[in-house]
């Protein structure tokens, strides 16, 4: 390659929060060009259960935190983009579960936090008794309590590729990426050796934000890594299923999805307190033992005898934290034409979007015309998080 191209914004990295600003902004007029070394969601993206928070999770303690504030707004915005009224369309992107819920086993603590977590978000949540309960949980030994939530949760591969459908021609494989500078000034990004001049670059890279930020000689903003050890397993016994399942404390002690697999069977995604610290310091062998016992506790009456089992290492890529710990909102640093970002979680790409519109209408960028853009190798879009890990 060696044709120069020009572009309003150039977006490097095609998870959800690059493909979905992408797609934001072309909406509203701009040129637009993401590009990816990899495939399309295929890092922090398609690895993650497809929850859209609503901030319950964060108000396990019995208090409203920053991070179930911030979060609150982001399913009403997702529900309307999937109705296709919203600010992206996002109509056929398959919805696993219309809701997420609270699940307490039935210990006196689990029962108090569902407690405290209901009074302190009130409307959001409702229990569930009987033929309302999720299909997993309707068997006659189940003596929790299951409260409904007013979240949602998404088949992530769906809505990858839809949101790569609406890209359009504006994306481009990369093997090679380096600093376009004009008097000293990052002016974009040299492609695979050609050269995209842009008003503004955005690096939403996840984990490879570091990466490009130490190739465009930059060091900031810092990066943290906060890493997960999320368990897979998959049998013809299992049911839908769509849960915090709560503990003690402040955090989940179990969170589960459930994947529809090609032969019909039900694939559960295992993480909450199972796939953090504990989790991430066993080896696989014996992260499954601690989610087979975790389950025989919890669901005795679903029969995994037969079960396939699998684990899956996940590193949170985020802004730098004091003592790692979790950011409340979508993250967005500037440094001339270079924005920097990270959504920190699935739900906030939305509110990762805002941040940089803001940026963009403060700073007087306004799309302008460019040529078209000529045929451009697309990166590959992104298979489910379970490809090559089970038979």
Known sequence: MSDSLSTDVLIVGGGVAGLWLNARLRRQGYSTLLVDKGALGGGQSVKSQGIIHGGTKYALSGALTGASEAIADMPRRWREALAGGGELDLSGVRVLSDAHYLWSPGTLTGNLTSFFASKA?????????????????????????????????????????????LAGPALLKAERIEPLNENGELTGLIVDGRAINAQRIVLTAGAGNAELLSALGLALPAMQKRPLHMVV???????????????????????????????????????????????????????????KKELADLVPWIDLSSAQWATLRIDRAEPAQSAQARPDNAFLAEQGRLLVGWPT????????????????????IHPRPHPALPDLPPPPVTGPFWTGLLA
């Open 121 to 165: 978000v009130r409307s959001r949540v409702g229990q569930v008794k009987g033929d309302q309960l999720p299909p997993a949980l309707q068997d006659p030994r189940f003596k929790g309590k299951v409260y409904r939530l007013s979240e949602l949760v998404l088949d992530v591969p769906s809505l990858i590729a839809r949101l790569a459908d």
């Open 233 to 291: 397993v998959k049998a013809a016994t299992l049911k839908p299923l769509y849960a915090h399942c709560l503990g003690g404390g402040t955090k989940p002690r179990l969170t589960v999805t459930s994947h529809p697999a090609a032969d019909g069977e039900w694939i559960w995604y295992l993480g909450g307190d199972l796939a953090e610290a504990q989790g991430v310091a066993r080896d696989e062998a014996t992260q499954i033992a601690a989610a």
């Open 345 to 364: 979680k699935l739900a906030l790409a939305p509110d990762f979007a805002d941040r940089v519109q803001a940026a963009l209408t403060r700073d007087g």
